[in-house]
Structure formats: C-alpha cells, structure tokens
C-alpha cells in the first residue's frame, strides 16, 4: 500500500507538469492571437503557473461547486456520519473528511481533496435513500480507500485541469476566427496559428480522455480490497455495486472530466458492459465482485 501511496503522488507530479505544459501553450497562441506575440510565452507561463497553484488547492471546493453539493448535517443525515465515524477507528485515518450531499436521484459517491487532512467524501440523495446501512457502509469505505491511498488528490487535479483545458482551448479557437488582420501575410501566417488552434480543440478530448485513464482502473480494485479490511463484510460492497449499476436514473451533475471519480460510472450507456475496454473509466461491476470475493 505505502508503494502504492509513492506512486500516486509521483503520477500527480507528472500530470500537473504535462497540464502546466499544455496551459501554457493554449496561452500561448491566444496572446499572439491578441497581438501580446512579444510578451506571450510571459504572459503564458506565468498565467499557467498561477492556475496550476489555485487549482491545486481548491481543486476540492470547484469540483464540489460543479456537482452542487450541500454540507451533511448530523441532524440530517445520521447515518451516513455515523457510519463514518465508526470506520474511522478501522480505517487508520487521523482526519476525518467532510461530508457532502448532491440533490440527485442516482446511488454514486466520490471522494476528493489534495490530501488526507483536507478530504471530503460526497455521496448522492439516492445512495443515501435507495441503499442499506451494511450497503452505505461499504461504499463509504471504499471512498476512505481512496482517501488513505492518495487516490483523491490525483483525481480532483485531474478531474478540474481537464476541464480547464478543454476550456483554454475552445477559447483559442474562437478567438482566433473572430481575429482581424489586414496584411495578407500577417492573414497567412494568423491562418496557421487558427489551424494550431484547431488542432488544440480536437486533441482536447482525446488528451483528456487518456489523462484520465492515468487514474489507473487498478485504483478501484485496490480500494474495493482496502474497504473490504476496513467493514470485513464484503458481501455489502458486493451488494451496493449491483444495486448502483442497475440503477436507471441519470446523474446531471456528472460530466466526461469527473466521471472517474465516482464509485461507479455515472453514464447509463457505459454500464452495460459487465467488463473493462482499454477506455474504460472504471473496472467492469462483474470483474470487480469476482475480484472481492476471491478475497473472502
């Protein structure tokens, strides 16, 4: 496990560096867009140095804002603080994380934070309503999994400069159709910045899409083992991912640069394949019991 927590910091390195990197080339050519050519890979750097450091540390707080979630309350939602008060004794963990609600029919869960100390588990108005306490107690180990493995902070980077990026870039795009010049070899030249920005906007998804599969699938299996040691009752983590992935209704908040955050993915379409494809978010559901029970 502690290689485990090495390695998931160091993937964390390298993925801030490679979106630090495409940052600041996307800035890049929207201040030459802007005739800034002179001070434009300036501009760029330090822009791209300043998002990388915010998103760094409130990665948590814009992903939480992008899915609406609320704060638990004790009052409220008794249950679910008082399973995690129990598996905080088993987990190891000296902190423990928040809790928040999303407003959503659909049984999911996610967790987030840079680290440990500033972690946050959220889990949907259906988990709480359509799952049983051995059930929620099995899916909210799964998330302290991911909290104890360093798994959230990979994820919430990931999750928030995808979306940045896929943003930087449709921004360029626009911005250099709607440039004017009058030379025609400045218009020549501002033709094959347009296509570089072209080329950005297309690759966007396709990066994203591979960024995220950074997140290793093995991270679910892992953390499907590190639950089952903290509950010691894997038949009710068993039970909640069927009931999860046979579930039929739609979760709005979710999105292509948060989808592999959750427990189970979000998207209705993706589900019915009980196993995994090279871009697959997620493990499928029937590899991932066969993998819990051949723990028992």
């Given at each position: 496990?502690?290689?485990?927590?090495?390695?998931?910091?160091?993937?964390?390195?390298?993925?801030?560096?490679?979106?630090?990197?495409?940052?600041?080339?996307?800035?890049?050519?929207?201040?030459?867009?802007?005739?800034?050519?002179?001070?434009?890979?300036?501009?760029?750097?330090?822009?791209?140095?300043?998002?990388?450091?915010?998103?760094?540390?409130?990665?948590?707080?814009?992903?939480?804002?992008?899915?609406?979630?609320?704060?638990?309350?004790?009052?409220?939602?008794?249950?679910?603080?008082?399973?995690?008060?129990?598996?905080?004794?088993?987990?190891?963990?000296?902190?423990?994380?928040?809790?928040?609600?999303?407003?959503?029919?659909?049984?999911?869960?996610?967790?987030?934070?840079?680290?440990?100390?500033?972690?946050?588990?959220?889990?949907?108005?259906?988990?709480?309503?359509?799952?049983?306490?051995?059930?929620?107690?099995?899916?909210?180990a799964h998330e302290l999994a991911h909290v104890?493995?360093?798994?959230?902070?990979?994820?919430?980077?990931?999750?928030?400069?995808?979306?940045?990026?896929?943003?930087?870039?449709?921004?360029?795009?626009?911005?250099?159709?709607?440039?004017?010049?009058?030379?025609?070899?400045?218009?020549?030249?501002?033709?094959?910045?347009?296509?570089?920005?072209?080329?950005?906007?297309?690759?966007?998804?396709?990066?994203?899409?591979?960024?995220?599969?950074?997140?290793?699938?093995?991270?679910?299996?892992?953390a499907d083992a590190t639950a089952v040691s903290?509950?010691?009752?894997?038949?009710?983590?068993?039970?909640?991912?069927?009931?999860?992935?046979?579930?039929?209704?739609?979760?709005?908040?979710?999105?292509?640069?948060?989808?592999?955050?959750?427990?189970?993915?979000?998207?209705?379409?993706?589900?019915?394949?009980?196993?995994?494809?090279?871009?697959?978010?997620?493990?499928?559901?029937?590899?991932?019991?066969?993998?819990?029970?051949?723990?028992?």
């Amino acid at each position: 496990m502690y290689e485990d927590i090495r390695k998931n910091k160091i993937k964390t390195g390298v993925v801030v560096f490679g979106f630090l990197t495409m940052i600041t080339l996307i800035l890049y050519f929207l201040c030459y867009a802007f005739d800034f050519s002179e001070y434009a890979i300036v501009i760029a750097l330090g822009f791209s140095i300043l998002s990388t450091i915010a998103t760094y540390y409130n990665c948590d707080k814009i992903v939480l804002a992008s899915v609406r979630a609320r704060p638990a309350t004790h009052e409220e939602d008794l249950q679910l603080t008082n399973i995690l008060e129990a598996l905080m004794i088993t987990s190891g963990l000296k902190t423990k994380p928040q809790l928040y609600v999303v407003d959503e029919e659909q049984p999911n869960a996610f967790a987030t934070g840079r680290d440990p100390e500033h972690a946050i588990i959220c889990v949907t108005r259906g988990l709480l309503e359509k799952l049983d306490y051995y059930e929620l107690e099995g899916v909210i180990a799964h998330e302290l999994a991911h909290v104890k493995n360093y798994d959230i902070r990979l994820s919430a980077v990931i999750s928030v400069m995808v979306g940045f990026v896929i943003m930087l870039s449709d921004v360029v795009t626009r911005s250099l159709f709607y440039s004017r010049r009058s030379d025609k070899e400045e218009r020549g030249g501002n033709m094959i910045i347009i296509l570089i920005g072209l080329f950005f906007l297309i690759i966007s998804p396709i990066v994203s899409q591979l960024i995220q599969l950074a997140v290793s699938r093995r991270r679910e299996y892992l953390a499907d083992a590190t639950a089952v040691s903290f509950t010691r009752n894997p038949e009710g983590l068993i039970s909640a991912l069927k009931k999860i992935s046979s579930d039929d209704s739609e979760l709005t908040v979710a999105s292509n640069s948060n989808a592999h955050m959750y427990i189970v993915t979000p998207f209705k379409n993706k589900r019915k394949s009980n196993t995994s494809n090279l871009f697959s978010t997620h493990p499928g559901i029937e590899e991932r019991i066969e993998a819990i029970e051949n723990l028992k």
